[in-house]
């Protein structure tokens, strides 16, 4: 009796979530490449050169800002990639491809000015780039190296190689102090900040490439080619997964860590997770294409980004 009572709870538990449809979208010129929220504003990078500013709680467009257009590879003039964007008081970041052999240019707007830090002569190939503080940016290069970039010297000072394989994403922790580096390998770094050292390894969960992270409330979780959301405890070291029906591209952590965030299924569709139980709490249904950004605004209202021109906005509380 008892063990049939288990097997009905576990399965009331596994199929009772709720199917949420977006709330509202927001149309952009170009395709989201990343986007984050900071200081109740929403940044998405786009294909088409330039940052979209919007007021996350309007969803009111406050601000575009471009970068200049580059040449092809065959020479032909184009608006330039933005692969990567954040902000900070009232300075933006935006990393982009030049055009150039795979190399990368990185700006930053502040003052209504644009200025370059990095450009193709400097034949520098990163992926993203993400401010610590005013005048410190930190840098994810292809080669899974991360370095500290200051502002005002346009100097490193670190770079620290992080493995033989190819990276994948990083993400900082609330207080910029950690952030926690995916590669191909499916082993995550934890990396200091102040010194660029690792000062642990999470491992286990993933056996290939981290497309995506995320690191809130002392918690990391991950998106696997190998159909694996992984959440670990950064400080036990410990970790575990949710099997998955496909590649999974995007994951977020909401504020508490609490709630997870993964792209499960072929169809776009996100599913949000009790982090401690694993069980499922809600479906969102509508996104078009492959995922690459989700954010938790608060526990229960996200953000997500995927390769076309609409940013979808959730509350897991209007079904």
């Not at 979209?52 to 575009?64: A, C, G, I, P």
């Not at 990083?170 to 590669?183: D, P």
């Not at 990391?220 to 159909?227: I, L, N, P, T």
């Amino acid at each position: 009796m008892r063990s049939l009572l288990g097997i009905c709870l576990f399965t009331l538990s596994t199929f009772a979530f709720t199917t949420v449809d977006p709330v509202a979208t927001i149309d952009i010129n170009g395709t989201a490449k990343d986007m984050i929220l900071s200081a109740n504003k929403l940044v998405v990078a786009t294909d088409m050169g330039h940052i979209e500013v919007y007021d996350s709680t309007s969803r009111e467009k406050l601000q575009e800002i471009s970068i200049p257009d580059v040449k092809d590879f065959m020479g032909d003039i184009m608006p330039a990639r933005i692969m990567s964007a954040d902000m900070i008081g009232g300075q933006y970041l935006l990393l982009s491809d030049s055009g150039k052999g795979g190399y990368s240019n990185l700006h930053l707007f502040k003052e209504g000015k644009l200025i370059k830090l990095l450009g193709p002569e400097d034949k520098e190939a990163i992926i993203k780039a993400r401010f610590v503080d005013e005048t410190h940016i930190l840098l994810g290069y292809l080669s899974d190296e991360v370095a500290l970039l200051d502002t005002q010297s346009k100097k490193e000072l670190y770079r620290t190689q992080l493995s033989e394989s190819k990276f994948s994403d990083f993400m900082l922790n609330e207080k910029k102090t950690e952030a926690v580096f995916a590669c191909e390998s499916g082993v995550l770094s934890i990396v200091d900040l102040k010194s660029g050292k690792v000062i642990k390894e999470l491992k286990g969960q993933n056996l290939d490439n981290v497309y995506k992270v995320d690191f809130k409330a002392g918690k990391v979780s991950a998106a696997g080619q190998d159909r694996r959301g992984s959440i670990y405890d950064v400080e036990r070291g410990t970790g575990s997964y949710i099997e998955g029906s496909f590649l999974i591209y995007a994951t977020a952590l909401s504020p508490s860590a609490k709630k997870v965030a993964f792209a499960m299924d072929e169809k776009n569709n996100i599913s949000i997770y009790n982090t401690s139980t694993k069980s499922k709490i809600a479906l969102l249904k509508g996104q078009k294409s492959t995922l690459n950004v989700i954010i938790f605004q608060d526990e229960n209202r996200l953000f997500s980004a995927s390769d076309d021109n609409k940013i979808m906005v959730w509350d897991l509380n209007k079904k």
